[in-house]
């Protein structure tokens, strides 16, 4: 097991529903070192990239983005979230299910802080159906930047996210891939990302479930 999912076993809760609880460590309350760690690792990962930029969604994966630029030492850019937006075309904007919160989600980037020129790393804290994913890179070639990978704390294989983010040719990486996980019990099942292939396997008919566009 690396740190990561060493801290999930000992601190994360796993909720009915398919949810991982990790707010004492990663979400909430914030383990400073850990987040470090995870910089570390993520510039180890897409190290041989130029990247010149992080970008994330409020409000979780703005402290792991944050750190990690320390080792990048990029800007952050984060998308902010809104259910009621004026659009005065100055803004890139998606819309994104919430997999939380069960609703949509405006996503916006003001079209200053992303263009052409920027060579993106997108971070954030969870992988789930991929649709913050799918917002995010949708805004950032909109804005005819590039996407130079993804880096993700904790993957929930067993939903379909990964899996099209793979599809789609983006180099992702997840530091921890829970493949499994019992409310009853406690236990996870983490994904051996040593030896086998990161692509995981996914229910039938879970394929195409976000609704997200890109709105101008
Ligand atoms: P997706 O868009 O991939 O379906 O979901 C990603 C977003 O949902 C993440 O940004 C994260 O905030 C939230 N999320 C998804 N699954 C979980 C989970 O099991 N636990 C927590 N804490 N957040 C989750």
Request: charged letters at 25%; glycine letters at 10%.
């Amino acid at each position: 097991m690396n740190f990561l999912e060493e801290r999930i076993v000992k601190d994360g809760i796993v909720k009915e529903g398919n949810v991982l609880k990790v707010d004492s460590f990663l979400n909430h309350q914030m383990d400073i070192k850990l987040l470090d760690q995870m910089g570390a690792e993520f510039k180890r990962r897409f190290g041989n990239k130029p990247i010149n930029k992080i970008l994330t969604i409020e409000a979780s994966g703005i402290g792991i983005a944050c750190v990690a630029a320390q080792h990048f030492d990029v800007p952050v850019v984060f998308a902010k979230k809104s259910q009621s937006i004026n659009l005065d075309g100055e803004m890139y904007v998606a819309e994104v299910e919430s997999f939380t919160h069960k609703c949509i989600n405006h996503v916006i980037v003001a079209k200053k802080f992303l263009t052409p020129e920027d060579h993106v790393l997108i971070i954030d804290d969870f992988l789930a159906n991929g649709c913050a994913l799918q917002g995010l890179i949708q805004i950032v070639q909109s804005a005819g930047a590039t996407v130079e990978g993804i880096g993700i704390a904790i993957e929930k294989g067993f939903q379909s996210g990964g899996r099209i983010i793979r599809n789609l040719g983006f180099q992702l990486e997840s530091l921890a891939i829970v493949d499994g996980m019992n409310a009853e019990t406690g236990e996870i099942q983490f994904r051996d990302q040593s030896t086998a292939g990161v692509s995981g396997s996914v229910e039938p008919g879970e394929g195409e479930i976000c609704r997200s566009s890109t709105l101008d």
